[in-house]
C-alpha cells in the first residue's frame, strides 16, 4: 500500500483529505519538518506548508533522486483561473521547481484519485527503473572485465570494481572526470579517441582495438570493445577493457620457444656436423681450424677463434679463426689476470674455466677495450667456452654474433658442451702425437703437503718415502706402494690404522733395510692428478712434509696450465726445473735384447724350462719338482731362479 503524506497547514482540510485516502492509502500527517524524514510515496501539500517547509521538502525530494518522489500542491481555484490554460508556464519558478502537479480546491474526490494514480505510477516506474539500473550495476561490479563510461571526451563517468586493479586505485570513483586517454600508451591513443568520437547512439555496437595501458609504471596489454549507451539522461560510451598481458605473454612465450627450438635444431645440426669432423681431425690444429670454419659457415655466426695463454706473458694469442676476424684480434690485445685487457671473454673463461657472455658488446663495460674495433665489425654480441679435458685447459672459443642477446641459456649449455667435446678431441689427439715423438718434458715439482697422511707421517716420524707403484683396482678404488728405510714400520701402521686418510695399509715386506708399504688412500692422489694433467709420476719422495716429485709429459704441454691447477689444489707449489728429455724409443728387438741381458744363464734356463715343460698352463704339465729334477737342481733352487726372471720381465714390462 503506497503512503501518502499530507502537509496540509488546515487541520479541517487535513482531516477531511486524510478521510478521504485512508481507504486506499497509508496516510500520514506532516507538520514539522522532521516528519519528512518518514518513509513516503507521495506528498500532497498547500502553498503555505511549502512555502514554510520549503528548504526540508526540496532536501527530502532530492535525497530521492533518481527516483521520482511526487509532490502536489493543492491551490485555490481562484488562483489557477488568474493564470488561465498556461499554468505551468504561468507559475512562478518557485512552484515550478518544486511540484510535480496541481490540484485546485474545492477539490474533487475523482479528480484527486485520478492524480495520486498517475503520480504514484510515474514513482513506481522510476523504482522500477532504479531497480533494474542498480541490478544492472551489481552486474557490472562483478565482471570479470573492466567496464567503464566515458563522454564523447574520453571523461570517465563509471568504473566498476575489477577496474580499480587495473587502473591501480583503491576506489573507482578515484578516477571519476579523469581522461581514459591518458592511461593509454601515447602509440595507442589515437585509435581510442577514434574509436570512441565514432560511436553512434544508433549502433549497437561501435569497436574494438588492441592496446597497452600505463597505470603507475605499469604496463598491460588490453583489448577494448566499446558500445553506445545513455548515462544519467546524457549519450555515453561504455568500454569493456580486457587485460589481455597473461595471454600476450604466453603467445610470446610460445613463439619464443619455437623459435629457440628452431635454432636449437639449426645449432645441434652445427654440432654434429662439427662432431663429425672431429673424429676424422688427426690434430689438434685440424681441429681447432675446423670448429671455427664449422661454425662459421652455419651463418649463425660473424666470427669465431680459439686462443690460448702464454705461460710468461698471459697474453692470449689466436691459434686458429674464421670469419672478419683477423684484423680485429691484431689491433687488440687480450690476457688472462687483471687489468681491463683480462677481464673479457676470453680471459675469464681461461681463469675461471667456466663459459663467459657479453650480451650486449655497446652497453657491456668489461668490453670497453674492444667495443669500437668489434662495433666496426658488426659485433654485438660474445661467448667464450673453455677447451677443457680433466684438468687441462686446451684454450678458449671465442664466438661472435651480429645481435644482440644471441646466446640465451640453452645455447649457452650446447656450446659449453661443444668446448668440452673439443678438449676431449684435443687431449685424444695430443695423447696420440706424444706415442709417435720421443720428446718429452721433464718438470719436478716441489709441493708441501700434498699428501695429507704422508707428509705428516713423515714429518712426525723422521721418515722418508719413495712412490713405488700403484695399482687400479676394480672397484675404482687405487694401490699405492711406496717403500721407506724408516725402522719404526710399527709406528706409521699405527698412524696409518688412526688416519682417516688412509681406507687400508698392509706392510707388504722388508728387504734391504727398507720396508714396502701398500696404502688405499681415502684423498685425492697426486699421482692422478698429473695422470689427468697428461703427465707420468716418474719419481716421488716424501720428506719432512714435502713431496718432490719429477713428472714426464709431452714435449708441447701448457706449463701454465699444469702450475694453474697444482696452485688451484695445493697450498704451496713451486717448480723447480724444467728439462727437455728424449725417451727412448725401443723395438720389440731391443725390449727383448735389454730384458735377456739382464737375466743371468741360469734364470734364463729356469725361465725356459719352466715353460716348455708346461709349468705355466692350467692345470700344469710339470709341477715345480719336476722341473728341477730335469734341471738338476733343487725345487728351492728352481723357485727362486724363476721368481728373479720373473720380476726382471715384469719390471721391464711396467717401468718402460
Known sequence: MSRILLFIGKAENRRLLAEWLATEYDVVEGRRPSDLDQPFDLCLMDRVAMEEHDEALMERKQREKPVLLPYLLVIPERQLERYGSNVWQQMDGVVRDRVDELITTPIKKAELEGRLKNLLSSRELSLQLREQREQYRRLLEVAPETIATVNKRGEIAYLNSRGAELFHVDNPEAVYGESLFQYIHEEDRDSLE????????????????????LADGDVRYVEVGAAPITYEQKPAVQLIIRDVTNRRRREKEVERQRDQLEKLNRLNAVIRDIDQALVQASSREEIEQTVCERLVAADRYVSAWIGNDQATSREITPRASA?????????????????????GPAGKALSTREAYVIQDIESDPTFDPWREAAIERGYRSSIAVPLVYGETTYGALNIYADESYAFDADEQTVLRELGETIGHAINAAENKKALLTDRLNELDFQIRDADPFLGSVSERLGCTFTYEGIVSEPGGSYLEYFSTPCEDTDGILAMATASDHVDHVRLVGEHDEEALFEFVFTHDLIVRLFGELGGKVTELTVEDGMHVVTVEFPYNAELHTIVESLDATYDEVELLAQRETERPMESRQELWATFRESLTERQWSALQTAFYAGFFEWPRASTGEEVAESLGISPATFHEHLRAAQRKLLSVLLTE
Open 323 to 343: 670469419g672478419s676476424v683477423d684484423d680485429y684480434l691484431e689491433q687488440i690485445e687480450v690476457t688472462v689476470g687483471g687489468g681491463a685487457t683480462g677481464e
Open 194 to 213: 577514434t574509436m570512441v568520437a565514432g560511436v553512434d547512439t544508433a549502433q549497437e555496437q561501435a569497436g574494438f582495438m588492441e592496446g597497452r595501458f
